[in-house]
């Protein structure tokens, strides 16, 4: 079992940039990173992904603004985000998705972003 932790995040005013970054304990070779996140009082939702060729995809509040990617050598995956609005605030989620249907999270890492 593979244990995923993010690291990264924080307060930024709107406008601001940040990033954060996933570390995994094993290897993330041949899985799909995805990232998630959530806001107070909302399901959790989709952000972005990338898979081992290194195909990205993208929510479309998140296109333009948001950079994600890997590094398989270091098991790490990354995103970094530009342009934030107050709405970006919530707590954000590295995923590791598998071949056979078996995923991994984890714990999050809170990302405000201030007026």
């Known amino acids: 079992q593979v244990q995923l932790v993010e690291s990264g995040g924080g307060l930024v005013q709107v406008g601001g940039s940040l990033n954060v970054s996933c570390s995994a304990s094993g290897t993330i070779s041949d899985t799909i990173l995805r990232w998630c996140r959530q806001a107070p009082g909302l399901m959790r939702e989709y952000v972005a992904s990338i898979i081992p060729t290194g195909l990205k995809s993208y929510a479309g509040f998140a296109e333009g603004r948001f950079t994600v990617s890997r590094d398989d050598a270091k098991n790490t995956g990354a995103l970094q985000m530009r342009a934030l609005e107050d709405w970006d605030t919530g707590v954000y989620y590295c995923?590791?998705?598998?071949?056979?249907?078996?995923?991994?999270w984890g714990k999050g890492i809170q990302v405000t972003v201030s007026t």
């Open positions: 995923n590791l998705l598998a071949r056979d249907g078996s995923e991994e």
